[in-house]
Protein backbone atom coordinates (compact mmCIF):
# COMPACT_ATOMS: atom_id res chain seq x y z
CA UNK A 1 0.00 0.00 0.00
CA UNK A 2 1.36 3.26 -1.06
CA UNK A 3 -0.20 6.84 0.34
CA UNK A 4 1.13 10.10 0.09
CA UNK A 5 -0.19 12.63 2.71
CA UNK A 6 0.60 16.59 2.88
CA UNK A 7 1.91 18.01 6.29
CA UNK A 8 0.09 20.76 8.11
CA UNK A 9 2.67 23.23 7.04
CA UNK A 10 0.65 26.37 8.78
CA UNK A 11 2.69 28.72 6.56
CA UNK A 12 1.81 31.93 8.68
CA UNK A 13 2.83 30.99 11.99
CA UNK A 14 5.89 28.64 10.48
CA UNK A 15 8.53 31.65 10.77
CA UNK A 16 8.16 32.63 14.19
CA UNK A 17 7.80 28.89 15.52
CA UNK A 18 10.99 28.22 13.94
CA UNK A 19 12.64 31.08 15.45
CA UNK A 20 10.69 30.25 18.73
CA UNK A 21 11.61 26.57 18.91
CA UNK A 22 15.51 27.30 17.87
CA UNK A 23 15.84 29.17 20.88
CA UNK A 24 14.44 27.10 23.00
CA UNK A 25 16.53 24.20 21.87
CA UNK A 26 19.36 25.63 21.53
CA UNK A 27 19.75 26.15 25.51
CA UNK A 28 18.88 22.92 26.34
CA UNK A 29 20.93 21.22 23.41
CA UNK A 30 23.80 23.17 24.39
CA UNK A 31 23.42 21.40 28.50
CA UNK A 32 23.21 18.24 26.51
CA UNK A 33 26.69 19.04 24.09
CA UNK A 34 24.25 18.68 21.01
CA UNK A 35 23.91 20.44 18.05
CA UNK A 36 20.95 21.44 15.60
CA UNK A 37 20.48 23.88 12.63
CA UNK A 38 17.90 25.92 13.58
CA UNK A 39 14.98 24.59 12.18
CA UNK A 40 16.42 21.20 10.87
CA UNK A 41 13.88 18.56 11.06
CA UNK A 42 14.73 16.20 14.00
CA UNK A 43 15.72 12.60 13.37
CA UNK A 44 15.83 10.84 16.55
CA UNK A 45 14.46 6.98 16.74
CA UNK A 46 12.89 7.36 20.66
CA UNK A 47 10.47 9.17 22.38
CA UNK A 48 12.46 10.94 24.35
CA UNK A 49 15.67 10.90 22.01
CA UNK A 50 13.45 12.93 19.86
CA UNK A 51 11.99 14.72 22.24
CA UNK A 52 14.90 16.20 23.43
CA UNK A 53 15.96 17.32 19.97
CA UNK A 54 13.04 19.34 19.75
CA UNK A 55 13.92 21.46 23.38
CA UNK A 56 11.48 18.80 24.85
CA UNK A 57 11.38 15.70 27.24
CA UNK A 58 8.84 12.48 26.84
CA UNK A 59 7.81 10.83 30.09
CA UNK A 60 5.58 8.28 31.90
CA UNK A 61 3.70 7.21 34.24
CA UNK A 62 5.78 4.36 35.72
CA UNK A 63 5.19 2.23 38.86
CA UNK A 64 7.12 0.71 41.27
CA UNK A 65 5.72 -2.83 41.64
CA UNK A 66 6.71 -2.95 37.19
CA UNK A 67 10.48 -2.63 37.99
CA UNK A 68 10.42 -5.76 37.62
CA UNK A 69 8.76 -6.81 34.48
CA UNK A 70 11.47 -6.78 31.86
CA UNK A 71 9.17 -5.54 29.07
CA UNK A 72 8.10 -2.76 30.66
CA UNK A 73 11.61 -1.45 31.86
CA UNK A 74 12.93 -2.34 28.57
CA UNK A 75 10.58 -0.38 26.91
CA UNK A 76 11.07 2.58 29.61
CA UNK A 77 14.53 2.74 29.34
CA UNK A 78 14.54 2.70 25.59
CA UNK A 79 12.07 5.40 24.42
CA UNK A 80 11.15 7.92 28.01
CA UNK A 81 13.61 10.83 29.56
CA UNK A 82 11.50 11.59 32.00
CA UNK A 83 9.04 9.41 34.63
CA UNK A 84 6.37 10.34 36.74
CA UNK A 85 5.79 8.15 40.22
CA UNK A 86 1.90 7.33 39.14
CA UNK A 87 1.12 6.66 42.72
CA UNK A 88 3.79 6.54 44.85
CA UNK A 89 4.69 10.22 46.14
CA UNK A 90 0.72 10.20 46.64
CA UNK A 91 0.04 11.63 50.43
CA UNK A 92 -1.27 8.21 51.38
CA UNK A 93 1.51 6.82 49.89
CA UNK A 94 4.30 8.83 51.64
CA UNK A 95 2.77 9.52 54.94
CA UNK A 96 0.75 6.45 55.48
CA UNK A 97 -0.20 7.36 59.20
CA UNK A 98 0.98 11.20 60.40
CA UNK A 99 4.05 12.17 60.93
CA UNK A 100 5.17 8.64 59.52
CA UNK A 101 6.74 9.10 56.41
CA UNK A 102 7.47 6.46 53.57
CA UNK A 103 9.61 7.48 50.89
CA UNK A 104 10.63 3.97 49.72
CA UNK A 105 8.82 2.75 46.49
CA UNK A 106 9.31 6.79 45.40
CA UNK A 107 12.85 6.14 46.33
CA UNK A 108 12.85 3.39 43.86
CA UNK A 109 11.38 4.66 41.05
CA UNK A 110 13.85 8.22 41.24
CA UNK A 111 16.99 6.42 41.43
CA UNK A 112 16.22 4.30 38.25
CA UNK A 113 14.86 7.05 36.31
CA UNK A 114 17.94 9.51 37.77
CA UNK A 115 20.58 6.66 37.25
CA UNK A 116 19.50 6.35 33.60
CA UNK A 117 19.40 10.16 33.15
CA UNK A 118 15.53 10.51 33.51
CA UNK A 119 14.12 13.92 35.08
CA UNK A 120 11.89 13.17 37.44
CA UNK A 121 8.08 15.23 37.71
CA UNK A 122 7.33 15.04 41.26
CA UNK A 123 3.14 14.31 41.57
CA UNK A 124 1.55 15.30 43.78
CA UNK A 125 2.25 17.18 47.29
CA UNK A 126 -1.61 18.49 47.98
CA UNK A 127 -4.23 16.45 46.33
CA UNK A 128 -8.16 16.35 47.82
CA UNK A 129 -7.97 12.15 46.50
CA UNK A 130 -5.70 9.38 47.83
CA UNK A 131 -5.62 11.04 51.49
CA UNK A 132 -4.39 8.84 54.01
CA UNK A 133 -7.33 8.11 56.59
CA UNK A 134 -6.20 10.15 59.17
CA UNK A 135 -6.63 13.31 57.02
CA UNK A 136 -9.79 12.58 54.95
CA UNK A 137 -10.84 13.04 58.89
CA UNK A 138 -8.86 16.64 59.97
CA UNK A 139 -10.31 19.70 59.21
CA UNK A 140 -9.34 23.53 60.32
CA UNK A 141 -6.59 24.86 61.33
CA UNK A 142 -4.65 21.26 62.38
CA UNK A 143 -5.60 20.34 58.97
CA UNK A 144 -3.96 23.52 57.07
CA UNK A 145 -0.77 22.65 59.15
CA UNK A 146 -0.37 18.85 58.56
CA UNK A 147 -0.94 19.68 54.81
CA UNK A 148 1.67 22.01 54.60
CA UNK A 149 3.86 20.28 56.57
CA UNK A 150 3.21 17.33 54.55
CA UNK A 151 4.56 19.72 51.46
CA UNK A 152 7.56 20.67 53.39
CA UNK A 153 8.44 17.46 54.28
CA UNK A 154 8.26 15.38 50.82
CA UNK A 155 9.46 18.49 48.96
CA UNK A 156 12.51 18.34 50.84
CA UNK A 157 13.30 14.88 51.47
CA UNK A 158 13.24 14.54 46.98
CA UNK A 159 14.86 18.27 47.00
CA UNK A 160 17.44 18.52 43.99
CA UNK A 161 16.07 15.36 42.34
CA UNK A 162 12.67 16.54 41.10
CA UNK A 163 12.73 18.92 38.26
CA UNK A 164 8.66 19.87 38.56
CA UNK A 165 6.18 19.08 41.41
CA UNK A 166 2.78 19.13 41.18
CA UNK A 167 2.07 20.83 44.22
CA UNK A 168 -1.71 21.11 43.97
CA UNK A 169 -3.72 19.01 41.99
CA UNK A 170 -7.53 19.19 40.75
CA UNK A 171 -8.54 22.06 43.15
CA UNK A 172 -11.43 22.92 40.52
CA UNK A 173 -14.71 21.88 40.18
CA UNK A 174 -16.20 20.93 36.93
CA UNK A 175 -18.97 22.34 34.97
CA UNK A 176 -19.56 25.75 34.78
CA UNK A 177 -19.11 27.31 37.89
CA UNK A 178 -15.63 28.15 37.84
CA UNK A 179 -15.44 27.68 41.36
CA UNK A 180 -13.00 25.51 43.90
CA UNK A 181 -13.83 22.27 44.20
CA UNK A 182 -15.06 21.43 47.61
CA UNK A 183 -12.96 20.10 49.85
CA UNK A 184 -11.44 19.32 53.24
CA UNK A 185 -8.38 21.62 51.92
CA UNK A 186 -10.44 23.96 50.40
CA UNK A 187 -12.42 24.54 53.84
CA UNK A 188 -9.12 25.58 55.41
CA UNK A 189 -9.55 28.78 53.58
CA UNK A 190 -9.00 29.78 50.04
CA UNK A 191 -5.35 30.92 50.26
CA UNK A 192 -4.38 26.67 50.74
CA UNK A 193 -3.67 26.51 47.19
CA UNK A 194 -1.08 29.48 47.38
CA UNK A 195 0.20 28.59 51.11
CA UNK A 196 1.23 25.05 49.65
CA UNK A 197 3.18 26.34 47.07
CA UNK A 198 5.17 28.75 49.51
CA UNK A 199 5.82 25.77 51.53
CA UNK A 200 6.75 23.92 48.40
CA UNK A 201 9.07 26.71 47.60
CA UNK A 202 10.96 27.05 50.94
CA UNK A 203 11.17 23.24 51.12
CA UNK A 204 12.75 23.11 47.29
CA UNK A 205 13.74 26.25 45.60
CA UNK A 206 15.21 24.71 42.22
CA UNK A 207 12.71 22.77 41.41
CA UNK A 208 9.37 24.45 39.30
CA UNK A 209 6.22 24.29 41.05
CA UNK A 210 2.90 23.27 38.85
CA UNK A 211 -0.71 23.68 39.49
CA UNK A 212 -2.47 19.90 37.68
CA UNK A 213 -5.81 19.29 36.77
CA UNK A 214 -7.95 17.77 33.82
CA UNK A 215 -10.99 19.56 32.07
CA UNK A 216 -8.88 22.04 31.79
CA UNK A 217 -7.78 21.52 27.59
CA UNK A 218 -10.82 23.40 26.51
CA UNK A 219 -10.18 27.34 26.45
CA UNK A 220 -13.78 27.74 26.55
CA UNK A 221 -14.53 26.36 29.21
CA UNK A 222 -15.30 27.65 32.76
CA UNK A 223 -12.51 25.61 34.32
CA UNK A 224 -9.44 26.07 32.52
CA UNK A 225 -10.75 29.94 33.00
CA UNK A 226 -10.93 29.71 36.67
CA UNK A 227 -7.86 27.71 36.97
CA UNK A 228 -5.92 30.95 33.90
CA UNK A 229 -7.55 33.46 36.43
CA UNK A 230 -5.95 31.68 39.60
CA UNK A 231 -2.28 31.37 37.48
CA UNK A 232 -2.46 35.14 36.71
CA UNK A 233 -3.37 36.29 39.92
CA UNK A 234 -0.78 34.31 41.10
CA UNK A 235 1.59 35.94 38.97
CA UNK A 236 0.46 39.17 39.96
CA UNK A 237 0.81 38.90 43.54
CA UNK A 238 4.10 37.01 43.42
CA UNK A 239 2.87 33.76 44.44
CA UNK A 240 5.73 31.32 43.36
CA UNK A 241 4.45 29.42 40.57
CA UNK A 242 6.13 28.06 37.59
CA UNK A 243 4.40 25.89 35.52
CA UNK A 244 0.66 24.56 34.40
CA UNK A 245 0.14 20.94 34.32
CA UNK A 246 -2.49 19.83 31.67
CA UNK A 247 -3.53 16.29 32.40
CA UNK A 248 -5.55 15.71 29.03
CA UNK A 249 -6.96 12.44 29.53
CA UNK A 250 -8.98 12.20 26.47
CA UNK A 251 -12.26 10.48 25.73
CA UNK A 252 -15.38 10.94 24.30
CA UNK A 253 -16.96 12.62 27.22
CA UNK A 254 -13.86 14.73 27.15
CA UNK A 255 -12.41 14.75 23.99
CA UNK A 256 -9.30 16.79 22.19
CA UNK A 257 -10.52 20.01 21.80
CA UNK A 258 -9.60 21.72 18.78
CA UNK A 259 -8.82 24.82 20.66
CA UNK A 260 -6.34 23.25 22.83
CA UNK A 261 -2.93 24.85 21.39
CA UNK A 262 -4.54 28.03 22.01
CA UNK A 263 -5.03 26.85 25.64
CA UNK A 264 -1.49 25.91 26.01
CA UNK A 265 -0.11 29.45 24.26
CA UNK A 266 -2.52 31.60 26.94
CA UNK A 267 -1.74 29.74 30.07
CA UNK A 268 2.19 29.71 28.62
CA UNK A 269 1.70 34.01 27.65
CA UNK A 270 0.92 34.19 31.50
CA UNK A 271 4.86 33.51 32.08
CA UNK A 272 4.65 29.93 32.93
CA UNK A 273 5.64 26.99 31.30
CA UNK A 274 3.21 24.60 30.49
CA UNK A 275 2.97 20.47 30.64
CA UNK A 276 1.13 18.05 28.96
CA UNK A 277 1.45 15.56 32.62
CA UNK A 278 -1.18 12.49 32.05
CA UNK A 279 -1.64 11.88 28.65
CA UNK A 280 -3.86 9.33 27.37
CA UNK A 281 -6.35 9.25 24.31
CA UNK A 282 -9.01 6.62 24.44
CA UNK A 283 -8.70 4.91 21.43
CA UNK A 284 -5.32 6.12 20.61
CA UNK A 285 -5.95 7.86 17.41
CA UNK A 286 -2.63 8.91 15.87
CA UNK A 287 -4.35 11.46 14.60
CA UNK A 288 -5.50 13.06 18.15
CA UNK A 289 -1.97 12.12 19.32
CA UNK A 290 -0.42 13.44 16.28
CA UNK A 291 -2.34 16.75 17.04
CA UNK A 292 -1.43 16.75 20.64
CA UNK A 293 2.58 16.98 19.70
CA UNK A 294 2.25 19.62 17.31
CA UNK A 295 0.44 21.75 19.68
CA UNK A 296 2.60 21.43 22.05
CA UNK A 297 5.60 21.98 19.53
CA UNK A 298 3.83 24.97 18.13
CA UNK A 299 4.43 26.87 22.14
CA UNK A 300 7.80 27.26 23.21
CA UNK A 301 6.75 27.03 27.06
CA UNK A 302 5.24 23.97 26.45
CA UNK A 303 8.07 22.03 28.20
CA UNK A 304 6.98 18.41 27.60
CA UNK A 305 4.95 15.59 27.20
CA UNK A 306 4.23 12.40 29.65
CA UNK A 307 1.42 9.72 28.78
CA UNK A 308 0.23 8.49 31.72
CA UNK A 309 1.88 4.59 31.79
CA UNK A 310 3.73 2.60 29.40
CA UNK A 311 1.60 -0.21 27.35
CA UNK A 312 -2.39 -0.25 27.31
CA UNK A 313 -2.17 -2.86 30.35
CA UNK A 314 -0.44 -0.31 32.48
CA UNK A 315 -3.24 2.30 32.02
CA UNK A 316 -5.65 3.02 34.86
CA UNK A 317 -8.38 3.07 32.03
CA UNK A 318 -6.69 -0.42 30.46
CA UNK A 319 -9.87 -0.85 28.39
CA UNK A 320 -9.82 2.23 26.62
CA UNK A 321 -6.69 1.11 24.95
CA UNK A 322 -4.94 5.08 25.29
CA UNK A 323 -1.08 4.17 25.13
CA UNK A 324 1.38 4.05 22.89
CA UNK A 325 2.35 0.56 23.43
CA UNK A 326 -0.16 -2.63 23.67
CA UNK A 327 -0.09 -5.35 25.95
CA UNK A 328 2.46 -7.12 24.08
CA UNK A 329 4.60 -3.94 24.19
CA UNK A 330 4.80 -3.67 20.50
CA UNK A 331 4.59 -0.06 19.08
CA UNK A 332 1.19 0.90 18.10
CA UNK A 333 0.18 3.56 15.43
CA UNK A 334 -0.20 6.33 17.86
CA UNK A 335 3.39 5.92 18.29
CA UNK A 336 4.35 6.50 14.54
CA UNK A 337 2.60 9.44 14.83
CA UNK A 338 3.97 10.67 17.85
CA UNK A 339 7.40 9.76 16.74
CA UNK A 340 7.29 11.72 13.28
CA UNK A 341 5.54 14.73 15.08
CA UNK A 342 8.23 15.07 17.52
CA UNK A 343 10.26 14.55 14.38
CA UNK A 344 8.67 17.11 12.17
CA UNK A 345 8.23 14.56 9.55
CA UNK A 346 5.45 13.08 7.80
CA UNK A 347 3.84 9.80 9.49
CA UNK A 348 4.59 6.87 7.96
CA UNK A 349 1.56 4.75 6.88
CA UNK A 350 -0.70 4.16 9.77
CA UNK A 351 -3.94 2.03 9.91
CA UNK A 352 -7.14 4.53 10.29
CA UNK A 353 -8.02 4.67 14.05
CA UNK A 354 -9.70 1.82 15.84
CA UNK A 355 -13.36 1.76 15.27
CA UNK A 356 -16.88 0.22 16.19
CA UNK A 357 -18.43 0.59 13.16
CA UNK A 358 -18.63 -1.49 9.88
CA UNK A 359 -16.07 -0.08 8.24
CA UNK A 360 -15.29 -2.65 5.66
CA UNK A 361 -11.78 -2.80 4.73
CA UNK A 362 -10.43 -1.84 1.34
CA UNK A 363 -10.37 -4.56 -1.30
CA UNK A 364 -7.29 -5.76 -1.47
CA UNK A 365 -5.08 -5.76 -4.59
CA UNK A 366 -2.58 -3.41 -5.84
CA UNK A 367 -1.77 -0.12 -4.70
CA UNK A 368 -1.71 3.86 -5.57
CA UNK A 369 -1.02 6.98 -4.52
CA UNK A 370 -3.48 9.67 -3.19
CA UNK A 371 -2.27 13.18 -3.00
CA UNK A 372 -4.54 15.74 -0.88
CA UNK A 373 -4.27 19.30 -1.92
CA UNK A 374 -6.01 22.74 -0.21
CA UNK A 375 -8.84 23.80 -2.06
CA UNK A 376 -11.15 27.23 -1.89
CA UNK A 377 -11.24 28.01 1.99
CA UNK A 378 -14.23 30.37 3.65
CA UNK A 379 -14.97 31.79 6.85
CA UNK A 380 -16.39 28.68 8.23
CA UNK A 381 -15.04 25.70 6.03
CA UNK A 382 -12.33 24.45 3.59
CA UNK A 383 -12.05 22.41 0.28
CA UNK A 384 -9.61 19.98 -0.10
CA UNK A 385 -9.08 17.79 -3.46
CA UNK A 386 -7.77 14.50 -3.53
CA UNK A 387 -5.88 13.22 -6.51
CA UNK A 388 -5.49 9.46 -7.23
CA UNK A 389 -2.58 7.79 -9.66
CA UNK A 390 -1.85 4.64 -10.39
CA UNK A 391 -5.68 2.70 -10.25
CA UNK A 392 -8.88 3.17 -11.97
CA UNK A 393 -11.12 2.12 -9.14
CA UNK A 394 -9.50 2.82 -6.27
CA UNK A 395 -10.36 3.36 -2.46
CA UNK A 396 -9.15 6.06 -0.15
CA UNK A 397 -9.33 6.63 3.34
CA UNK A 398 -9.47 9.78 4.64
CA UNK A 399 -9.45 11.59 8.12
CA UNK A 400 -10.37 14.68 9.50
CA UNK A 401 -9.58 15.96 13.20
CA UNK A 402 -12.55 16.45 15.46
CA UNK A 403 -14.57 18.98 15.71
CA UNK A 404 -14.08 18.88 11.83
CA UNK A 405 -17.19 17.35 10.48
CA UNK A 406 -17.11 16.96 6.27
CA UNK A 407 -20.19 18.31 5.15
CA UNK A 408 -20.04 17.56 1.46
CA UNK A 409 -18.28 15.09 -1.06
CA UNK A 410 -18.15 14.95 -4.99
CA UNK A 411 -16.30 12.24 -7.20
CA UNK A 412 -16.77 9.43 -4.83
CA UNK A 413 -19.10 7.14 -3.00
CA UNK A 414 -18.28 7.87 0.79
CA UNK A 415 -18.84 5.94 4.04
CA UNK A 416 -18.12 6.64 7.44
CA UNK A 417 -16.88 4.74 10.16
CA UNK A 418 -18.81 5.15 13.46
CA UNK A 419 -16.70 7.93 14.79
CA UNK A 420 -17.52 9.97 11.67
CA UNK A 421 -14.04 11.08 11.47
CA UNK A 422 -12.78 8.18 8.85
CA UNK A 423 -14.15 8.71 5.49
CA UNK A 424 -13.58 5.87 2.79
CA UNK A 425 -14.10 6.96 -0.35
CA UNK A 426 -14.53 5.07 -3.75
CA UNK A 427 -14.48 5.63 -7.11
CA UNK A 428 -17.89 6.04 -9.17
CA UNK A 429 -16.51 6.54 -12.51
CA UNK A 430 -16.21 9.94 -11.93
CA UNK A 431 -12.40 9.82 -13.01
CA UNK A 432 -9.22 10.02 -10.58
CA UNK A 433 -10.37 13.37 -8.65
CA UNK A 434 -12.53 13.57 -6.14
CA UNK A 435 -13.18 16.04 -3.36
CA UNK A 436 -15.22 17.16 -0.21
CA UNK A 437 -15.74 20.05 2.02
CA UNK A 438 -15.06 19.92 5.80
CA UNK A 439 -16.54 22.16 8.45
CA UNK A 440 -13.14 23.52 10.07
CA UNK A 441 -15.39 24.06 13.65
CA UNK A 442 -12.51 26.06 14.98
CA UNK A 443 -10.07 23.79 13.51
CA UNK A 444 -8.73 24.61 10.67
CA UNK A 445 -5.80 21.34 9.99
CA UNK A 446 -5.52 19.77 6.70
CA UNK A 447 -7.12 16.26 6.76
CA UNK A 448 -4.93 13.04 6.57
CA UNK A 449 -4.67 10.39 3.79
CA UNK A 450 -4.07 7.29 4.96
CA UNK A 451 -4.27 4.85 2.48
CA UNK A 452 -5.00 4.34 -0.93
CA UNK A 453 -5.74 0.54 -2.54
CA UNK A 454 -6.19 -0.51 -5.60
CA UNK A 455 -9.06 -2.91 -6.65
C1 LIG B 1 -4.50 7.43 39.05
C2 LIG B 1 -3.59 6.24 38.94
O1 LIG B 1 -3.23 6.05 37.61
C3 LIG B 1 -4.29 5.01 39.48
O2 LIG B 1 -3.37 3.92 39.56
C4 LIG B 1 -4.86 5.27 40.86
O3 LIG B 1 -5.62 4.16 41.29
C5 LIG B 1 -5.73 6.51 40.85
O4 LIG B 1 -4.98 7.60 40.35
N1 LIG B 1 -5.43 12.28 37.83
C6 LIG B 1 -4.25 12.23 38.52
C7 LIG B 1 -3.57 10.94 38.73
O5 LIG B 1 -3.70 13.28 38.89
O6 LIG B 1 -2.88 10.89 39.94
C8 LIG B 1 -4.52 9.78 38.63
O7 LIG B 1 -3.77 8.58 38.70
C9 LIG B 1 -5.34 9.87 37.36
C10 LIG B 1 -6.14 11.13 37.33
Same mark, same amino acid.
Not at 393 to 399: E, L, R, S, Y
Given at each position: ??????????????????????????????????? +? &???????????????????????????????????????????????????????????????? $?? $?????????????????????????????????????????????????????????????????????????????????????????????? $?????????????? #????????????????? #???????????????? +?????? $?????? #???? #???????????????????????????????????????????????????????????????????????????????????????????????????????????????? &???????????????????????? +?????????????????????????? +??????????????????????????????????
Amino acid at each position: MIERCHRDTRPRSRPRLHAALAVAAVGLLAAAGAT +V &LPGAASAGTTLGASAAERGRYFGAAVAANKLSDNTYVTILNREFNSVTPENEMKIDATEPQQGQ $FT $FANADRIVSHARSRGMSVRGHTLAWHSQQPGWMQNMSGSALRQAMLNHVTQVATHFRGQVVAWDVVNEAFADGSSGARRDSNLQRTGNDWIEAA $FRAARAADPGAKLC #YNDYNTDDWSHAKTQAV #YAMVRDFKQRGVPIDC +VGLQSH $FNSGSP #YPGN #YRTTLSSFAALGVDVQITELDIAGASPTTYRNVVNDCLAVARCTGITVWGIRDSDSWRASDTPLLFDNAGNRKPAYDAVLAALNNGTPPPTTPPPTTGPTTPPPGGGSCTAT &LRDGTRWGDRFNSEVTVSGATNWT +VVVAVTPPQKVSATWNGTPSWDSSGN +VMTMRSNGSGNVFGFTTMANGNWSRPQVYSCTAS
